[in-house]
């Protein structure tokens, strides 16, 4: 199994995305995200490191 993240999951792109991975049998959504301020940068980014172990 497969854990993902999508950051910008609210745009079109985003969208289709999200769309297209919770169809992938191997796929897990575990976070979806808005945006990125930069100031919050490092607490998505020690999230994204949790998901990849």
């Known amino acids: 199994m497969i854990k ?4 910008g999951a ?3 792109a985003g969208n289709e995305l999200v769309r297209l991975l919770m169809q ?18 490092m607490r998505y980014m020690k999230t994204i490191e949790r998901l990849t172990l």
């Open 4 to 7: 993902a993240g999508v950051i």
């Open 24 to 41: 992938h049998p191997e796929v897990e959504l575990k976070t979806l995200l808005k945006d990125i301020l930069e100031k919050n940068l």
């Open 10 to 12: 609210t745009g079109y």
